[in-house]
């Protein structure tokens, strides 16, 4: 039997940047780019298939009423109510909610008498727990509604004991087991005792419920912390505490790689409020913990004022010296030069030889931060040997495994208490937070919170890689596609392999869609860490390819719909992980359709459109935008189309889709982090500059019924927002933008 | 140092004055609703109300209260903790996506509908540009504030 072990961050990164695209192995050919030329040339060996460790799942359970009902992790019944476990960590995706809502579905449970609560972390009874790849209800599916009918079938059976009737003659309805012929009724509450007795019932033996039979599933329901977030509970990481806690900030250096050679620790320990002030070394796993100097005070005023009077030398012969402008000058040079194939299919070559018209494009995308908007912090307190944390973090189990790692403790002694977190989009999948918070618990010998400041999240963040493609595509006689060409560079951080989320492969639009299709890739070193970054790929991708199809259109003289829909071609599936063409060409009609497509839109306004399938998710996209002289751009409105199988929570869904097309925007018009020397320049919002509420459009949102299995809604509608936007200002101007942000071309959200 | 808050006085003891309010009230009194997000007046998560007016707590020394109410989303409940009208809209229209700036959002929207209780558009929007969602809820928080300002119905 294959086991899961999620404590491997590789396997979560690998899941989460992979799944369901086509097989990531065709990656590999790479021509590295050293940028860093105070070093000579090094090729590292692999340093991918991290070591697989295991640890024993924690035995302790909820703390349970006697005769309380819990047939397994996610429901417990006792005469004081429904109580429903979410497993998985709450980022803003909604699947504290949604989750639950499968369970109840099958439990047959009214959603008012039902009670969410956060599971513990244990992987033998919930298997994988994080935040990821918008995979929780693709991987949950099944496994909650079985949960879920497995309890109402046990339910079930302590009635027809209760009653002494048989079992079938028993229905349920709204929390009750109801004995129809006779009337008899009881509720779950008064038979969960009695369903405690009963034996657990095979995983096989229990039916589940007709789709045409749902209850709860499809409708739309409030977040089941809604209530809480208005009544300000202490829901997220930062507002955890803990008694005799002290409040900690860490300061690293601000070129990644750099040690501390000295530090003012006198000074800052006699400043007020402060407690303690201490070097640690690091682990030699930026992963992890980096080296860097620890304060620890009375509050958390007190501690950042004294990070700001911390005078420390810094050792930086190791250290970043990344440079944006000049990976920009390389890009320049490299785009000219043909590079390593990853991707060869047809004869590029020979199509362009016999086209009528070519076109040519070299697009660049600047790197970002992903700014969840609660800055990392993590809780820990460290007594006798064992560890206990409160973490706000995507990845719960790798964070146990790499904070045992650092304290030097077994895993099974570490205790990670999940919380809400802050938004996510990628940053928590990595436990560097959690790893300090440990470390600083351990030697400053009190419970503490770690509290990052922005500056600090938006200086050690790991990055969405920036990235360059030199494009070329050539057209036939009939206007039709033959030749497409992507000569891509990417970075690489381990001088090994493209950086997460920075590698094509060929299952990457329009692979396997088009006869002649060549990528090449090349990359160039860099340290600043960098990793997956919401809809990993596909949140870059997407801009260049969504955008390059409109420009082979515009140069065949055609609509870009019509291509776009040839291109797609007849309904079929491209391969076990791919799209499935008829879907994508459904959404693509829906979406031109419900906005209006071919009307008449006069001077200065344009509409464009865009498909991108990641995450299991078939969704297309059009925006429709006017664009002022002075380059303001105006989004009236944006429509989508989106088939992700059947809806669990129709307002989380929408939410999700509405909250994808603000980011996109918010992402494509301003969104960038630049490097000199090894340091971040952009450290907190007044230079990253996030959307607000009078730039957000309109969004019209239709999901497409589709009797496909579920699929995730966290990450799919974010990639085609940018280039259905940008193909929208070509309409509107006859512009060509191909730099994202797009503010880099003067263009600006009105 | 006294300080007049959610309709109670409370006694902060010794404090450094310039402390911002916003980590008195996490740090101090366990009021935590009011968050922290970039310590700089930009994101809008750690807004309160000093009177009737929306201020960033981040960036507002704790000395300045004075003798002037301070609200949090804490004391926006009624005595029998009964949510108001903006809380309730905010749940109803299942605004919150991971949450963290909602807080700053309905203390926002507060200042505005006390000001001006029947805003048009341009005046929601102007008023709110002051808070970042990084979801990207914006569209339900105005459709919750003008729920909550009687311009639409309960109903979704």
Same mark, same amino acid.
């Given at each position: 039997?294959?086991?899961?072990?999620?404590?491997?961050?590789?396997?979560?990164?690998?899941?989460?940047?992979?799944?369901?695209?086509?097989?990531?192995?065709?990656?590999?050919?790479?021509?590295?780019?050293?940028?860093?030329?105070?070093?000579?040339?090094?090729?590292?060996?692999?340093?991918?298939?991290?070591?697989?460790?295991?640890? &024993? !799942?924690?035995?302790?359970?909820?703390?349970?009423?006697?005769?309380?009902?819990?047939?397994?992790?996610?429901?417990?019944?006792?005469?004081?109510?429904?109580?429903?476990?979410?497993?998985?960590?709450?980022?803003?995706?909604?699947?504290?909610?949604?989750?639950?809502?499968?369970?109840?579905?099958?439990?047959?449970?009214?959603?008012?008498?039902?009670?969410?609560?956060?599971?513990?972390?244990?992987?033998?009874?919930?298997?994988?727990?994080?935040?990821?790849?918008?995979?929780?209800?693709?991987?949950?599916?099944?496994?909650?509604?079985? !949960?879920?009918?497995?309890?109402?079938?046990?339910?079930?059976?302590?009635?027809?004991?209760?009653?002494?009737?048989?079992?079938?003659?028993?229905?349920?309805?709204?929390?009750?087991?109801?004995?129809?012929?006779?009337?008899?009724?009881?509720?779950?509450?008064?038979?969960?005792?009695?369903?405690?007795?009963?034996?657990?019932?095979?995983?096989?033996?229990?039916?589940?419920?007709?789709?045409?039979?749902?209850?709860?599933? %499809?409708?739309?329901?409030?977040?089941?912390?809604?209530?809480?977030?208005?009544?300000?509970?202490?829901?997220? &990481?930062?507002?955890?505490?803990?008694?005799?806690?002290?409040?900690?900030?860490?300061?690293?250096?601000? !070129?990644?790689?750099? +040690?501390?050679?000295?530090?003012?620790?006198?000074?800052?320990?006699?400043?007020?409020?402060?407690?303690?002030?201490?070097?640690? *070394?690091?682990?030699?796993?930026?992963? *992890?913990?980096?080296?860097?100097?620890?304060?620890?005070?009375?509050?958390?005023?007190?501690?950042?004022?004294?990070?700001?009077?911390?005078?420390?030398?810094?050792?930086?012969?190791?250290?970043?010296?990344?440079?944006?402008?000049?990976?920009?000058?390389?890009?320049?040079?490299?785009?000219?030069?043909? %590079?390593?194939?990853?991707?060869?299919?047809?004869?590029?070559?020979? !199509?362009?030889?016999?086209?009528?018209?070519?076109?040519? %494009?070299?697009?660049?995308?600047?790197?970002?931060?992903?700014?969840? $908007?609660?800055?990392?912090?993590?809780?820990?307190?460290?007594?006798?040997?064992?560890?206990?944390?409160?973490?706000?973090?995507?990845?719960?189990?790798?964070?146990?495994?790499?904070?045992?790692?650092?304290?030097?403790?077994?895993?099974?002694?570490?205790?990670?208490?999940?919380?809400?977190?802050?938004?996510?989009?990628?940053?928590? $999948?990595?436990?560097?937070?959690?790893?300090?918070?440990?470390?600083?618990? +351990?030697?400053? %010998?009190?419970?503490?919170?770690?509290?990052?400041?922005?500056?600090?999240?938006?200086?050690?963040?790991?990055?969405?890689?920036?990235?360059?493609?030199?494009?070329?595509?050539?057209?036939?006689?009939?206007?039709?596609?033959?030749?497409?060409?992507?000569?891509?560079?990417?970075?690489?951080?381990?001088?090994?392999?493209?950086?997460?989320?920075?590698?094509?492969?060929?299952?990457?639009?329009? &692979?396997?869609?088009?006869?002649?299709?060549?990528?090449?890739?090349?990359?160039?070193?860099?340290?600043?860490?960098?990793?997956?970054?919401?809809?990993?790929?596909?949140?870059?991708?997407?801009?260049?390819?969504?955008?390059?199809?409109?420009?082979?259109?515009?140069?065949?003289?055609?609509?870009?719909?019509?291509?776009?829909?040839?291109?797609?071609?007849?309904?079929?599936?491209?391969?076990?992980? &791919?799209?499935?063409?008829?879907?994508?060409?459904?959404?693509?009609?829906?979406?031109?359709?419900?906005?209006?497509?071919?009307?008449?839109?006069?001077?200065?306004?344009?509409?464009?459109?865009?498909?991108?399938?990641?995450?299991?998710?078939?969704?297309?996209?059009?925006?429709?935008?006017?664009?002022?002289?002075? +380059?303001?751009?105006?989004?009236?409105?944006?429509?989508?189309?989106?088939?992700?199988?059947?809806?669990?929570?129709?307002?989380?869904?929408?939410?999700?889709?509405?909250?994808?097309?603000?980011?996109?925007?918010?992402?494509?018009?301003?969104?960038?982090?630049?490097? *000199?020397?090894?340091?971040?320049?952009?450290?907190?919002?007044?230079?990253?500059?996030?959307?607000?509420? #009078?730039?957000?459009?309109?969004?019209?949102?239709?999901?497409?019924?589709?009797?496909?299995? #579920?699929?995730?809604?966290? *990450? #799919?509608?974010?990639?085609?927002?940018?280039?259905?936007?940008?193909?929208?200002?070509?309409?509107?101007?006859?512009?060509?933008?191909?730099?994202?942000?797009?503010?880099?071309?003067?263009?600006?959200?009105? | 140092?006294?300080?007049?808050?959610?309709?109670?006085?409370?006694?902060?003891?010794?404090?450094?004055?310039?402390?911002?309010?916003?980590?008195?009230?996490?740090?101090?009194?366990?009021?935590?609703?009011?968050?922290?997000?970039?310590?700089?007046?930009?994101?809008?998560?750690?807004?309160?109300?000093?009177?009737?007016?929306?201020?960033?707590?981040?960036?507002?020394?704790?000395?300045?209260?004075?003798?002037?109410?301070?609200?949090?989303?804490?004391?926006?409940?009624?005595?029998?903790?009964?949510?108001?009208?903006?809380?309730?809209?905010?749940?109803?229209?299942?605004?919150?996506?991971?949450?963290?700036?909602?807080?700053?959002?309905?203390?926002?929207?507060?200042?505005?509908?006390?000001?001006?209780?029947?805003?048009?558009?341009?005046?929601?929007?102007?008023?709110?540009?002051?808070?970042?969602?990084?979801?990207?809820?914006?569209?339900?928080?105005?459709?919750?504030?003008?729920?909550?300002?009687?311009?639409?119905?309960?109903?979704?």
């Amino acid at each position: 039997m294959t086991s899961l072990n999620y404590d491997d961050i590789g396997d979560i990164v690998e899941i989460v940047t992979s799944v369901r695209e086509e097989s990531h192995d065709v990656e590999r050919p790479l021509r590295i780019i050293k940028l860093d030329r105070r070093q000579f040339l090094k090729m590292t060996g692999a340093v991918g298939g991290g070591l697989m460790l295991s640890f &024993g !799942a924690s035995k302790s359970m909820a703390v349970t009423k006697p005769g309380a009902f819990q047939p397994n992790g996610y429901v417990k019944i006792d005469d004081s109510g429904i109580v429903l476990y979410a497993k998985n960590p709450e980022i803003g995706q909604g699947v504290k909610t949604s989750l639950p809502m499968i369970v109840a579905e099958e439990l047959d449970a009214a959603w008012e008498d039902v009670t969410v609560e956060q599971s513990r972390i244990d992987q033998a009874a919930y298997g994988m727990q994080f935040a990821g790849g918008s995979t929780a209800i693709p991987m949950n599916w099944e496994a909650l509604r079985r !949960a879920g009918a497995t309890a109402r079938l046990m339910l079930i059976e302590a009635a027809a004991k209760r009653w002494n009737v048989g079992s079938d003659s028993l229905t349920t309805e709204r929390s009750h087991v109801v004995h129809t012929s006779s009337g008899r009724k009881a509720s779950y509450l008064e038979l969960a005792t009695e369903a405690a007795t009963i034996p657990v019932p095979s995983a096989d033996s229990v039916k589940l419920k007709d789709a045409k039979d749902f209850q709860i599933l %499809g409708k739309r329901v409030t977040g089941v912390d809604n209530e809480a977030l208005m009544r300000g509970q202490p829901l997220f &990481g930062i507002d955890q505490t803990v008694p005799g806690m002290k409040y900690a900030v860490y300061q690293k250096c601000p !070129a990644i790689g750099g +040690k501390v050679k000295s530090a003012n620790l006198d000074e800052i320990k006699a400043m007020p409020g402060i407690n303690d002030a201490f070097v640690l *070394e690091g682990n030699n796993n930026a992963a *992890e913990l980096l080296p860097g100097v620890a304060i620890v005070a009375d509050n958390t005023w007190a501690a950042f004022q004294a990070k700001r009077a911390l005078k420390i030398e810094w050792e930086e012969t190791q250290a970043s010296t990344d440079s944006w402008s000049h990976a920009i000058e390389e890009a320049e040079r490299l785009r000219h030069e043909s %590079g390593p194939r990853v991707v060869d299919t047809g004869n590029v070559d020979t !199509a362009f030889e016999n086209s009528v018209k070519q076109a040519s %494009g070299f697009y660049r995308y600047a790197f970002a931060s992903h700014a969840q $908007l609660e800055p990392q912090n993590c809780t820990a307190s460290f007594t006798d040997g064992k560890l206990e944390l409160w973490a706000p973090t995507q990845t719960p189990g790798s964070a146990i495994m790499s904070a045992a790692n650092v304290v030097g403790i077994q895993p099974t002694s570490v205790t990670l208490h999940q919380t809400r977190c802050g938004g996510g989009f990628g940053r928590r $999948l990595y436990n560097d937070f959690t790893c300090e918070a440990a470390a600083i618990a +351990k030697q400053a %010998g009190v419970p503490v919170k770690l509290q990052w400041t922005r500056e600090d999240d938006m200086a050690y963040d790991l990055y969405r890689a920036g990235g360059f493609h030199q494009m070329h595509g050539s057209v036939d006689e009939a206007g039709k596609i033959t030749g497409w060409r992507d000569r891509f560079i990417t970075f690489t951080n381990d001088g090994n392999r493209p950086v997460s989320g920075g590698g094509i492969s060929r299952g990457v639009f329009p &692979g396997g869609l088009l006869e002649n299709v060549r990528v090449e890739q090349s990359a160039l070193e860099w340290k600043n860490r960098c990793a997956a970054w919401r809809a990993p790929g596909s949140n870059v991708f997407a801009f260049v390819v969504g955008s390059f199809l409109h420009e082979l259109a515009h140069t065949a003289g055609r609509d870009h719909l019509d291509v776009l829909l040839e291109v797609l071609g007849e309904p079929r599936q491209l391969g076990p992980r &791919g799209m499935h063409t008829g879907r994508a060409a459904e959404v693509v009609r829906v979406a031109a359709k419900e906005a209006g497509w071919g009307r008449d839109l006069g001077e200065g306004r344009g509409m464009g459109v865009a498909f991108y399938y990641s995450h299991a998710g078939h969704i297309a996209e059009v925006a429709e935008v006017s664009v002022s002289e002075d +380059k303001k751009v105006k989004v009236h409105k944006v429509t989508v189309a989106a088939d992700v199988g059947p809806i669990v929570n129709m307002s989380g869904a929408e939410n999700q889709v509405q909250g994808s097309v603000v980011d996109g925007l918010s992402t494509m018009f301003n969104l960038a982090v630049s490097f *000199e020397n090894g340091r971040v320049q952009q450290r907190n919002f007044d230079k990253y500059s996030m959307l607000r509420m #009078p730039s957000a459009p309109e969004i019209d949102v239709h999901f497409v019924k589709s009797d496909y299995p #579920p699929t995730g809604l966290g *990450e #799919p509608a974010f990639p085609p927002l940018a280039p259905a936007v940008y193909n929208a200002i070509f309409e509107a101007t006859g512009h060509r933008a191909r730099t994202m942000p797009i503010s880099e071309e003067g263009f600006s959200l009105a | 140092m006294n300080i007049k808050i959610n309709g109670e006085t409370r006694d902060l003891g010794e404090l450094d004055p310039e402390t911002p309010l916003l980590w008195v009230l996490r740090d101090e009194l366990n009021l935590v609703g009011a968050k922290y997000g970039c310590g700089i007046s930009q994101c809008g998560a750690c807004t309160i109300l000093v009177d009737n007016v929306a201020v960033k707590s981040c960036s507002y020394p704790v000395a300045s209260v004075g003798e002037a109410s301070v609200t949090t989303i804490e004391g926006l409940a009624d005595a029998n903790g009964e949510l108001s009208a903006l809380q309730k809209a905010w749940v109803d229209l299942d605004v919150a996506q991971c949450g963290y700036c909602q807080s700053g959002q309905v203390m926002a929207a507060e200042a505005l509908l006390r000001s001006n209780p029947n805003p048009s558009d341009d005046e929601i929007d102007r008023a709110m540009a002051s808070n970042i969602c990084r979801c990207g809820t914006y569209i339900r928080i105005r459709n919750a504030v003008k729920t909550a300002a009687g311009q639409l119905a309960t109903e979704e």
